[in-house]
Structures are given as C-alpha cells and as structure tokens.
C-alpha cells in the first residue's frame, strides 16, 4: 500500500509522497499530554493510517512524558532555559531527531514555545497545531480565557498548519463549543478539550490519506475519491 500525502501551497506547488503503510509522528508536548493520548490510541485502534514513533517535550515533569512511557513510546527530552523561545541549535537537534526516527508529521499538542527555525524549513507543511479558539479569533495564551473575557457566545478549537506566524498558519479543520452562562476557564476548557481530541484526529488522518492541499491561506479538504 502506498500513502501519498500531498501539501500544495502559493507561491509554489509540491508534491510530498509517503513510499510507506503508515504516517510516522512525533507529538511535541509541554503539559498533560491528553491530545498526544488521543492520537496515539487513535493510531493504535487503527482509525488513521499512522502511528506515534515519539513524543518530544521541553519539560522534564511533563505528564506527556509518563504517558508516552507507559504507551510503550519513544520519550526525548530537550535541555533548554527557563525563558521562552526555542533556540536554533535545539532546533536543529530536534530535526537530526526527527530525521533518525524517519519523522513525516509533526504534531505540537501544547507545546509551549514558538517554532521560528530549522524545523519549520525541514518540515514546511508537515507541522499542526491545534489551538483553544475559534481562529483567528483569540490567538496566543489564554485563548479560552480571552473568549470568556471577550463574552462571546460560541468558541471552540482549530487544527491549523504551522508557520512563522503566532497561530496565523493556514487552518484544516475547526470545532464550536457553545459557552454556558455559568461557564468558568474549567468547565469551558473540559468542553473543548473534548472536541480537541476529535479534530485532531480527524485532521492527521486527512494528512496521512493524502486528502490536505493548501491554497495560499485556504486548506481544501479533498474527497476520497478524488483523482490526486
């Protein structure tokens, strides 16, 4: 079985081709780690043609980390600062990594530092990242806590491509979650959290089936049964 992923961009046009039965990924986490579980089952069920080779994390306590151990995945641990940003040499270490472990996708699942150097080069369009909103609305921290703040009716989360940009990449797919009145950062965060896992999925899934083609700020979600 061939799986050919193809990720199509203005100015330019590419054709990236997986010679493989499964989309490797590595899942980039600084916290929990409950989307990084739902991808993993989720490939482990067989609901998408991909599995979970790594999970890379800048934080030694990260509960991401004991759940990949426990998963039975790879760990890899990132020595870097207290201060925010990723400093290029990690970055390039990162990409050897990714490279050693023959990585196709990489999955940031509340990864808490902004990419800006080796890795968006070497994985142009092979990055998501799922966000707490309803882009572009409330990018940045606090995206949940800036809904509730704002008054807003409806948020939700977004899967999107990621760039040079703050949560400005090309979006794949996105979820609403109405907001109660009686809705705290908890109870609203429990809600989206929910539709998170089940976007996310859905979004690596279409990645790894070849069904993803970026048009300049657009991601067309192309049909199964389109001639690619």
């Not at 046009?13 to 780690?33: D, F, H, P, Q, W």
């Not at 806590?145 to 999107?160: I, M």
Request: aromatic share 6%.
């Amino acid at each position: 079985m061939e799986v050919k992923c193809y990720i199509r961009s203005f100015p330019y046009s590419r054709e990236y081709r997986l010679k493989k039965k499964s989309c490797n990924i590595a899942v980039m986490a600084s916290g929990t780690g409950t989307n990084f579980v739902a991808i993993a089952e989720a490939c482990h069920r067989g609901d998408i043609a991909a599995r979970v080779v790594c999970l890379i994390s800048d934080r030694p306590q990260a509960p991401a980390l004991q759940r990949a151990r426990s998963l039975g995945i790879a760990t890899h641990l990132i020595e870097l600062p207290s201060k925010p940003g990723l400093p290029s040499d990690a970055e390039q270490e990162l990409v050897m990594f990714c490279r050693s472990r023959e990585v196709d996708l990489i999955a940031l699942a509340g990864f808490m530092r902004i990419l800006k150097g080796p890795l968006l080069t070497e994985f142009e369009g092979r990055i998501m990242n799922i966000h707490p909103s309803l882009l572009p609305s409330f990018k940045g921290l606090r995206g949940i806590g800036q809904a509730l703040d704002y008054g807003v009716k409806v948020t939700g989360c977004s899967v999107h491509f990621v760039d040079r940009s703050v949560d400005g990449g090309a979006i794949i797919t996105q979820a609403a979650v109405p907001i109660a009145e009686d809705d705290t950062e908890d109870t609203l965060a429990e809600k989206i959290h929910k539709e998170e896992h089940r976007i996310y999925v859905q979004a690596i899934g279409l990645f790894a089936q070849g069904r993803l083609r970026r048009e300049g700020r657009r991601t067309r979600i192309l049909s199964a049964s389109d001639d690619r």
